[in-house]
C-alpha cells in the first residue's frame, strides 16, 4: 500500500487520543521523580520537563506495547517514564556542550542555572531512569543502556564534526542513529518484549522504532532551516550558527562553498547566518532531506505489516504520519 495512503487510514488525533490515559500517568510518574532532598535539582528538573515537549518516546513506546497486544500498562508507562528521563537529562547535557541559550522556547537551563548544577541535574535524571529500570530483568536494562551508550557516542561523534566540512551523509546517518534513533528503537524493543510479543515481532518493532528515530532527526534538521523558531522553541539556523553538522548542512557544504564557509566559522554573525540559510533553502537540498525522512517513513510502515489490524496499528501508521509533516 502506498504511503500516503496507509498515512490516510487513521485520523490525524487517534495516537494521543487511544494513549492518553497512559501519557498522563507518565507525566505523573515524572513529576514525582523530580523530587530531591536538594530543592535545587528539584528545580531545574521542574524547569525543563515543566516546558512541554513532546514526549514521543514514550507514545511510540506507550503505543507499540499496545498495538503488539500488551494488556496491564503498568510496567510500560515505568518504561516510558524512564526514555523521557534519559532524553531529558540528554537534553541538559547537550545545552552544556552546544552552549545552548535557549530550550523549548526559554532560556536553556545552562543560562538560567549555570554549568555545574545542570550537569549535576542531568546526572540526577539518569540515576532516575536507571532507579525505575532496575526492577526489571537483565535483558530490558541491558537494552536500555545500549541507548544510553550509544546516545554518548552519538554526542561525542557530533562534536568531532562540528564545524568539520569533511563530514559525509554516512557520518551523519551514523551520528543520528546512535544519538536519536537508538532511543526509539530501544523503546519499541523494550514496549514490545514487555506485550510478550514473539521474538520476530519484537526485531520488526524496534527496526520500526530505528526508522521513526531517524525520520523524527532529519524532519527536526529541516525545521531548523524552514520552521518558525516560535513553534519550535528554538532560533532557525542554530544548527549552522554552532556548526552543528545536519542533514541540510551536510548536503549544502557540497555544493555552495559560501555555506562551507560559514559552517566552518567557529562564531558567524547573525548576517552570514541568516545568508547561509537563504543560500541553503535555494540549493535544492531540502527536497533530498524531505525525500529521505519519507523513506525512513515507509521502512518503518513496513515494519508494522506484522501487527494484527488493530487501533493501535492503525494509530502507529498515522504517527509516523504526523511525523513527517510535522512542524514543531
Known amino acids: 500500500m502506498p504511503l500516503q495512503t496507509k498515512l490516510s487510514a487513521a485520523s490525524p488525533a487517534t495516537p494521543l487520543t487511544l494513549v492518553a490515559t497512559e501519557l498522563e500517568r507518565v507525566e505523573q510518574r515524572l513529576a514525582s521523580l523530580l523530587n530531591s532532598r536538594e530543592p535545587l535539582l528539584n528545580e531545574i528538573g521542574h524547569y525543563l520537563i515543566g516546558a512541554g515537549g513532546k514526549r514521543v518516546r514514550p507514545m511510540v513506546a506507550i503505543l507499540t506495547f499496545r498495538a503488539c497486544g500488551g494488556d496491564d500498562p503498568t510496567d510500560i508507562i515505568d518504561v516510558a517514564t524512564a526514555l523521557e528521563l534519559i532524553h531529558t537529562a540528554s537534553l541538559l547535557h547537550d545545552d552544556i556542550i552546544d552552549g545552548s541559550e535557549t530550550r523549548r522556547g526559554r532560556a536553556s537551563a545552562l543560562q538560567r542555572f549555570g554549568l555545574a548544577d545542570t550537569l549535576v541535574a542531568g546526572d540526577f535524571l ?34 568531532r564534526f562540528r564545524h568539520n566540512p569533511a563530514v559525509t551523509v554516512d557520518d551523519y546517518l551514523e551520528m543520528i542513529a546512535r544519538k536519536t534513533a ?20 519484537v526485531e520488526r ?27 519550535t522553541g528554538k532560533p532557525v539556523g542554530i544548527d549552522l550558527k554552532e556548526g552543528n ?16 564557509r560559514v559552517f566552518q566559522k567557529k562564531h558567524p554573525t547573525s548576517e552570514e547566518t541568516a545568508l547561509a ?18 523513506s525512513y ?7 508494522l505489516e506484522k501487527l494484527a489490524p488493530s487501533p493501535y496499528a492503525d494509530s502507529l501508521a498515522c504517527f509516523i504520519g504526523q511525523l513527517l509533516h510535522r512542524t514543531t
Open 182 to 201: 537508538a532511543l526509539f528503537a530501544q523503546g519499541a524493543r523494550i514496549g514490545s518484549t514487555l506485550a510478550g510479543a514473539p521474538e520476530e515481532l
Open 297 to 303: 517513513g515507509r521502512q518503518a510502515l513496513t515494519a
Open 277 to 294: 540559510l537563504e543560500r541553503i533553502r535555494r540549493s535544492g537540498v531540502l527536497t533530498d532531506v524531505r525525500q529521505l525522512a519519507e
Open 205 to 231: 518493532m524496534a527496526e520500526c522504532g530505528f526508522c521513526v528515530g531517524m525520520a523524527f532527526q532529519i524532519i527536526d534538521d529541516l525545521l531548523d532551516v524552514v520552521g518558525d523558531g516560535n513553534l
Open 245 to 260: 553538522p545536519s542533514l541540510p548542512v551536510v548536503l549544502a557544504i557540497r555544493r555552495d562553498p559560501e555555506v562551507k
Open 126 to 159: 539518569f540515576g532516575q531512569a536507571f532507579a525505575l529500570c532496575g526492577r526489571f530483568d537483565e535483558r530490558l536494562i541491558s537494552w536500555a543502556t545500549t541507548a544510553c551508550i550509544s546516545l554518548t557516542e552519538g554526542e561525542v561523534m557530533q562534536g
